[in-house]
Structures are given as C-alpha cells and as structure tokens.
C-alpha cells in the first residue's frame, strides 16, 4: 500500500488522544531541515495543560505503524511544538517502485452521486464567447477530467452545435461532445402551456415564446430559497428554453435506462441518485437560476439535486472588456511565437511541428491563467509579453519549460548510455535511496509525490450534501501544485549536477536521482493530463 499524507496525519491525531486535529505537514524548506511534521505548542497546551506530552504518547508516535502511515525516525518537544521526522531512506525505499500508486486518485470507499455537469456558454459561437464565459468552460473542463479520474459516472451537457465552436474546443484541448440530435419536447411542451400564467395587459410575445410560468410560488413551496435572487418570480418559456430543458432531462434519463439494461453498476441511477452542476459565468447565473426552477416546475422527475458553480467576473488590465476568447487565444499565440523567435533567433512559422508546440504553450498559458485562481473569485488578466515568459514562475509556459527540461535530461542520459558512457538502468530494487542527501530530493518527494493521490481527490471533491444553491470547487489546486513543483524541480535542477561524471562509484546516486525523477515527470505527466495538455520534450 502507498504511503499516504492523509494516512499518516491521521494516525498522528489518533495517537494524541481524542480531540481536533493538531499534526500539520510541514512545505517549507527552512521547516524541512529539521522536521517533517509539526504539532504546535500551543494546540498541545490546549489538550493536555501546561504539562509536556506524556511520554508513553511520544512512545507511541515513535512506534507508529498501520496502511499507509509512513515510518517515523524521531519525536521530540522542542519550542515551537512536538516536532516528528520520518525515516527518510525508508520512504525513499517505499515509493520506488510503486510510482504508478502516487498517481492516481484516492478511490472512495462508495460511489458518490453521478454528475451532470452543465455548461451554458458551450450554446453560442466561439465568436460571442466572453472570457468570464472561457474561464466557465476551462473549469468544467478539468472539473470533468477530475470526475473522470477519480471514477465518477460524469454526462457533459450541452452538445454543442455550432459549426465553428468543435473547432476551437479542440484548439482549447477541451473535451466536449458535439451534438448528434436534439431531445424531444413535446412533453415539456405540453407541462409548460398547462402551466402558463395568463398575459398581463395583452403582453406581446417575442417568436419563439410560449408564454410566462410563475415561479415565485415553487421556490416558497420547495424551501428552495437559500441562494436564489430574490427578484425571481417568474419565466419566459421559449422553445430555446424547452430544448434546454430536454437535453437536460435527456442526460439523466439516459443514465436510468443505461441502468435498467445492466449497463451500469451502481443502484438507483435515477434523479436521486444524480447532481446536477451549472458551470456559469456570474452574468448568466440569474436566467440559469430561473432555467432550475422552471425544470422542478415542468419535470416531476427532475434531480432533486441542482447546484451552482459560479465562476467570478474577469477583468482585463489596461484593455477593453470586450476582448472574445478567440481573440484572446490570438492575442496570446502571437506572444509565443514572439517570444520563440527572440529565443531562437528566427522566425519558426513555418516548421509545423514547432507551430503545435506554440499551439500547446499558447493554450498553456491560456489554462495556467484562467485556473490558477479558485474560480469563485475575479480574476485579473495581464496581457503584457510577461506573461508566456519562461522566465516566470507562475504561468504555464514556465510549467512546460521545466516538463521539457525532464525529457531532455532523460534523453541526454539515454544518448549517453548508447554510447557506452553510463551503463542500462539497474532493477529499481537494487537503488539505494540513502545515497539521496540534497534537501531538494526530499522537497520533490514529500511536497510533490507523496500529497499527489490527495490533491487529485480533493480537486474532484464536491460536496454534494451542502445546503443551499451553490457550490465550490476546488480547480485551482492542480494548477498552483504544478507551478510549485515546478519551481522545486527548477532549483535543484540548477544546484545539482545529476548526470555526473562517468565513473562506477558515481552511478549509485545518480540513478537514486533519475529514478526520483522518474516519479516527478509521472506527477507532471499526470497533472497536465488534468489539465488537457500533453507534455512537451522541447521549447
């Protein structure tokens, strides 16, 4: 079994005695000289008095065994607090040859509720997309590619339609089915005529209207009030609206069918058992609102569970705010093949394989700026050059860069092992990982490796059973993780000279150093798969 952060807190906490939680992992590198986990003074006071932690507890944290808790060195009291150290070599040893468990998901215990997740904007053209409603897209994007990793049943409404938005989808690398055909109306329909309110001084109808629907007195009857505008009362139902409504209810009833035939394994595929997530922007939030009410009002069978994941408005410094995604995407690709340029010393437009790297760094960008922020918050663009610099530590392409350096340094070793400088890759089992003293080794595996698994979990985690219309999302954590990962790979890439010299007694470290690599370069595979993007071996 994986070592796990989770795992070993939690053991920690249990062997103070009951009470909160207390442990907490440390990341700095200053904090990591010394210790690796952190109960502080005062949390201790609290629980046991002015007294020292009785020593049988210090016993027992010294002794501390169990699935997935990782092996402790040392306990000692000093002033900021009981500070504990693992047995490095020994969790060095336990991740090396199971890479493959560090990344992937915590699998649940029970499956969680199937999702839908909805995404208005996907309804338009790529054309009339506003960034608010780009950065709407990009979330339910890795929010889907999240549910899918950590085995959750996910259905992504709206197919699109438009001609022109498959194309861009694809530009964007997100995933999104396109439509096939349109789900019937005729029932919906039919609810919503008997449900028409009668017309108010002859009130002229736009085409395409059927009426008005009161909704004011369904949010009364249902308690459903917690969240929604309080000016809501009633709707105007079009066919546009009803063949939302359709696609909508066509997505979870194709679930209970799927379960009816045995295609499905967990029980009550039904609406109890499905969410529904509206991703919107915070300007379509208030017509999204009226579209849930207007489903519980025409659907007797509609999902008893409707949520809200509203991202917040973005702002662009020193340009108009009526920049489109498209030009958006333009805007930012034209500054990577600028900056290329620069880098190469010539224009490389007409090398094909460089122009779908720009692509991957242009979309890079693009994603690193639109997730980095927890999408409930504004978020402030840049559009200055910086921003799809290298040289930075926050953007994406600085993530690529650093992805680039890993394969190249792997092939420089593979090159040189060709030519009878170093000798084939031992079995993993024979490395010795006590070999591994730099403190930037033990920065890669115990701030990017071990919390991995936990990161992907609580990027998939919703809760579900929150009262109210809206929820959180947690979609910026893959991306500040890779940053900060790739930051530490960075700094000891550039103190330490892991190819070293061609000589036997070297080789031991150095292929402690490639193997931890190894696991750094899965992580990062992985978390940009998150995020849509392949890994590139040059820039």
């Known amino acids: 079994m994986r070592l796990g952060v989770e795992e070993t807190l939690g053991a920690l906490n249990a062997a103070l005695g009951p009470g909160g939680p207390v442990w907490f992992k440390e990341t700095r590198a200053r904090h990591l000289r010394v210790r690796d986990f952190l109960a502080p003074r005062r949390a201790l006071q609290a629980r046991f008095g002015d007294d020292q932690v009785p020593e049988r507890v210090v016993h027992t944290i010294v002794g501390l065994q169990g699935p997935g808790v990782a092996p402790v060195l040392s306990c000692a009291p000093t002033p900021a607090g009981l500070a504990l150290q693992l047995r490095r070599s020994a969790v060095f040893e336990r991740v090396r040859g199971a890479v493959a468990a560090y990344v992937a998901p915590t699998v649940p215990a029970a499956p969680g509720p199937r999702v839908v997740l909805h995404c208005p904007a996907l309804r338009g053209s790529p054309c009339a997309l506003r960034l608010s409603q780009l950065r709407a897209v990009l979330v339910a994007d890795h929010l889907a590619r999240a549910l899918h990793a950590h085995r959750v049943s996910v259905r992504l409404v709206p197919a699109v339609r438009d001609p022109h938005m498959p194309t861009f989808l694809q530009q964007l690398r997100v995933d999104w089915p396109a439509a096939s055909e349109r789900a019937a109306t005729e029932a919906l329909r039919s609810r919503a005529l008997a449900e028409l309110t009668p017309a108010r001084n002859a009130e002229a109808l736009p085409p395409g209207a059927l009426g008005r629907v009161c909704l004011k007195e369904l949010v009364d009857e249902r ?51 499905c969410m529904v997530v509206h991703v919107v922007s915070c300007e379509e939030e208030f017509q999204q609102q009226k579209l849930d009410l207007l489903w519980w009002k025409l659907d007797d069978q509609a999902p008893l569970r409707q949520k809200h994941l509203v991202c917040g408005p973005v702002k662009v410094a020193g340009a108009p705010g009526t920049l489109t995604a498209p030009e958006y995407y333009e805007l930012r690709h034209a500054q990577v093949c600028k900056a290329s340029a620069l880098k190469h010393s010539r224009d490389l437009a007409q090398d094909s394989a460089w122009m779908e790297i720009f692509r991957v760094l242009s979309v890079a960008t693009i994603k690193f700026e639109m997730l980095s922020t927890a999408p409930q918050s504004q978020l402030l663009l840049a559009l200055a050059d910086s921003s799809v610099s290298t040289k930075g530590t926050k953007s994406g392409t600085f993530v690529m860069y650093n992805c680039a350096r890993l394969a190249t340094l792997f092939e420089s070793y593979k090159c040189s092992m060709e030519q009878g400088l170093y000798p084939t890759f031992p079995p993993v089992s024979s490395l010795d990982f006590s070999l591994l003293h730099d403190e930037g080794e033990w920065l890669l595996l ?49 103190r330490v000279h892991i190819l070293g010299e061609p000589r036997p007694h070297l080789f031991g470290q150095m292929f402690a150093r490639l193997q931890l690599l190894r696991a750094v370069r899965e992580v990062l595979h992985t978390g940009l798969a998150m995020l849509g993007l392949p890994p590139l071996s040059h820039i």
């Open 223 to 273: 308690e459903r009030t917690t969240g929604y505008d309080p000016n809501l009362d009633s709707c105007l139902v079009t066919e546009d609206l009803l063949a939302v409504l359709a696609e909508l209810q066509q997505a979870v009833q194709d679930w209970a069918e799927d379960s009816s035939l045995g295609l499905a394994a967990a029980p009550d595929a039904g609406a109890d058992s």
């Open 446 to 494: 115990f701030n990017s490796i071990l919390p991995f698994p936990d990161l992907l979990s609580q990027t998939a985690a919703l809760p579900c059973t929150a009262p109210g219309l809206h929820i959180t999302a947690r979609t910026e954590m893959v991306c500040k993780f890779l940053v900060q990962l790739s930051m530490d790979f960075s700094s000891y890439y550039n």
